[in-house]
């Protein structure tokens, strides 16, 4: 079946640092992949997607590249702020098939200090 | 446009009541999904709807979870009877049809059984 798996959390950066969330997935063909952001309080909201290999999602300064070829789909942000401080998911959807729900990993932390 | 929609927004409920939940997806939107995320974990996919018909729900614990999309568009979901690890929040979403349409999810309900 597909899975998820991301980098442990929790991870707390400094203002202004260099962020990296990794993210591996399992599935066949070639699924779409998503990073959610989950704000204290708040449900998820999409942050960015890719739908194909080589692809570059990207939104808020964030950006994610999906490597077919390590099945990875990192989310990188070269300068963090405080507001940035939330719970980061990446998710799949499989390719073919009418059930394209949302496969998730566990979530990763982020707490970025001031 | 209006988000997903979602009631009420806390529960608080003992072991072995019954409980329900309410979600008006976004309008147009023809796939309907039930999450349910425990504390510290992913979501996790209960049920998911295509217009008024079931498209998976293998996940659901049907002994005592049940779910319904009267008419194509608000969906209901039931737990009865309610046990302590059903302690959680949940999410619904929805989305258009078609490979690499996000899911927009509503703000949740999170339920405490005591």
């Known amino acids: 079946g597909n899975s998820v798996t991301q980098m442990e959390g929790p991870v707390t950066l400094s203002e202004e640092a260099f962020l990296t969330i990794n993210c591996t997935y399992t599935?066949?063909?070639?699924?779409?992949l998503f990073w959610y952001v989950q704000y204290p309080g708040e449900g998820l909201q999409l942050l960015l997607k890719a739908t194909k290999a080589d692809d570059k999602g990207s939104n808020k300064g964030f950006e994610a590249t999906y490597r077919k070829e390590t099945t990875s789909f990192h989310l990188e942000k070269g300068s963090v702020q405080v507001s940035d401080s939330a719970v980061y998911f990446c998710?799949?959807?499989?390719?073919?098939?009418?059930?394209?729900?949302?496969?998730f990993g566990s979530g990763t932390q982020l707490t970025v200090l001031p | 446009e209006a988000g997903v929609a979602q009631s009420p927004r806390y529960k608080i409920i003992e072991k072995r009541q019954s409980v329900a939940f309410w979600c008006n997806p976004i309008?147009?939107?023809?796939?309907l999904y039930w999450y349910q995320q425990i504390l510290g974990q992913g979501p996790k996919l209960l049920i998911q709807f295509q217009n008024n018909g079931v498209v998976d729900d293998s996940q659901l614990p049907k002994d005592r979870f049940s779910a319904e999309r009267l008419k194509g568009v608000d969906s209901t979901l039931k737990i009865q009877p309610a046990k302590l690890e059903d302690s959680a929040v949940y999410l619904c979403?929805?989305?258009?049809?078609?490979?690499?349409?996000?899911?927009?999810f509503g703000n949740g309900t999170r339920l405490t059984v005591t």
């Open positions: 998710a799949l959807t499989p390719s073919s098939g009418s059930a394209r729900q949302l496969t």
């Open positions: 309008s147009g939107h023809a796939t």
């Open positions: 599935a066949t063909g070639y699924p779409s």
């Open positions: 979403a929805s989305s258009f049809e078609g490979v690499g349409s996000p899911l927009h």
